[in-house]
């Protein structure tokens, strides 16, 4: 009579508990160097930003044509490649969230790659500031928006070709529908008393129209694309 034949059971492995443990420890204390190293600030990607709080924001102002004019984010420079185009470099912008400049201008300095000017001073508008402040209220760090500036299609002038050339220089005196030129905005409408030369701001304009008598300027920038890149809440 056959019988069945018997299959010697398999013994179970035990786990190494001391083994396991160790490993863990050795993990957790990993994590803690390197927690370390980065302090308190990587909190800060998992808050939103509050009124009153610090940011460091990067930004680039497109005008109408969607041309970047300034900004603080290198490749966008790099991917214009157009000498033509005045696009202006500048460092990533302090502003306290959802907290008013107070300022009517407010200049940031620029370089432009495609010159030998050096540093100069570009003139935001407070409420374009002021747009940016508001509107990285709850964003956290490393998040982007796209903002629109309702209006920047009100920022024209129109003026004669003689004042156009006095402002500009001889060198625009021919330029056509959608070219830019360099405007200077002073941070004091009245002359002051003393002689003292007012502080001039750059700022670039597009040309909206244009006949043999007389030229439309456009100084708003309609388009401002921005990214928290540092939250202070402290």
Known sequence: MKGFRHQPSEKKEEKNWTKIGIVAICVLMAVFMV????????LNIFTQAKPGNTALVDFTFRDAQDRPVVT???SVITKAQDPK???FKANPLPVRVNVSSGEDLIPIQ?????????????????PEVDMISNSIAGMGVGESKVLTYPYAGQMSRKMSIEQ?????????ANVQKGDQVPLAFIDQPQIPLDN??????????????????????NYGYPTVEITLTKLTTS
């Open 35 to 42: 927690v370390s190293m980065f302090g308190m600030s990587w």
């Open 85 to 87: 185009v005045m696009t």
């Open 196 to 217: 003292t030369t007012p502080t001039s701001y750059l700022r670039t304009a597009t040309v909206v129209d244009r006949d043999a008598s007389n030229i439309t300027l």
């Open 110 to 126: 620029v370089v432009n790659p495609y010159n030998e000017y050096g540093v100069m001073e570009f003139g935001l508008f407070g």
């Open 164 to 172: 156009f050339v006095n402002i500009t220089g001889e060198s625009y």
């Open 72 to 74: 603080s984010v290198l």
